[in-house]
């Protein structure tokens, strides 16, 4: 076969792909239209109010749409769903945790269009921020989950501790335990996602010796969960999960840890304004020292950014303005599994501490990240398979 012919056949199967997707992505829409509950406010309005203007929102919609891999043709698409977002009841259950990640979610300096979704989902439950208290309370969470049962979307922040059998945590007049609260409303979601480390991995609630043998949400309730892992998560990385839910009815591609793809796929080593320095062998080599201050690789203090899967330096924090490295301060991996105990102390390299047969610094941080690339595209893998076998993908509530 000809070149030109074999590339001819391929554009004509990615038009064919994108064609398909397009219309799974109408009739995902035109469902979720028909089905969930009128909103409270106007978009329009909401985005004047905020000093938003549509030019910034159609900006902000092309961003989204390159970040989660689609083609320039979503873009109208992904406005459709941002102005839908506000439609989609959710039930946000606070555990074992320091509330971190929902204040992380709601504190802004100024507007932008993540915190405006986020202000404007129909929040159904939400123990930090609902007025009820009390037995008030629990009647707000069982009329959430009987009026919109297997149409709401279950937000998990904390991890659950099982010790004895689970009374390290107990909420509410009646005693329930966290575990009891989370497997029940779960059960009942159109999908599970957890947010932040607690919840996604255990984090600190489960760092040793862990006594309330804390674990994260998919580990203890044994069902699968989206995991935005961070400690704080991002914003985007929130969002951006839940308008793929409403294009598509179907959770983002995950890699072997739940993460999706689009957010975790790529390691912060490699996405890093300061690789230069470390590919030219120029570190950092104690706080505040003259390399600091000329903005040196920060490998040699500590920063995990090479052991790290997440886009901490393309989406940044408090409105895109910095992040932690870009502000000085190492990466901590706080986005990987079991990463306090794991990657502590945080101010010393990995190859200070880990029992890794690894000599010099750029081959510790090359072959550990190699090794781990290995390890999340064999998990990828994985997953791809299991999603075959599992019908992972379809959407809930039987559309395929």
Known sequence: MALDEMFSNKGEQLRACYDALMKKCDSHLEKMHQELPLPQDKWNEALISRGVSRRDFLKWCSIMTAALTLPPAFTPKVAQAAEMASRIPVVWLNLSECTGCTEALLRSSYPNIDDLI?????????????????????????????????????????????????????????????????KEVASKAAMVISIGSCSSFGNIPAARPNPTQARGIGDALKIPTVNIAGCPPNATNFVGTLLHYILFGAL????????????YGKRIHDFCERRPHYDAGEFVEE???????????????????????????QVRFNQGSSWPVMAGHGCMGCTEPGFWDRMAPLEKPMADHAPLPLAGVEATADEIGIGLAAVTLAGIGVHAVGSVLRGVGKEKGGEE
């Open 252 to 263: 983002p591609a995950l890699d072997r840890l739940g993460r999706p793809l689009w957010a």
């Open 118 to 182: 986020l202000d404007t989902i129909s929040l159904e439950y939400h123990e930090t921020l609902m007025v009820a208290s009390g037995h008030q309370a629990e009647e707000c969470l069982n009329e959430a989950l009987e009026k919109f049962a297997g149409q709401f979307v279950c937000v998990i922040e904390g991890a659950i501790p099982l010790g004895m059998n689970g009374k390290y945590l107990t909420i509410g007049a009646r005693g329930k335990t966290g575990y009891e609260i989370a």
């Open 287 to 313: 706080w505040g020292d003259e390399y600091a201050k000329r903005g040196f690789c920060l490998y040699k203090v500590g920063c995990k950014g090479p052991y790290t899967y997440a886009n901490c330096s």
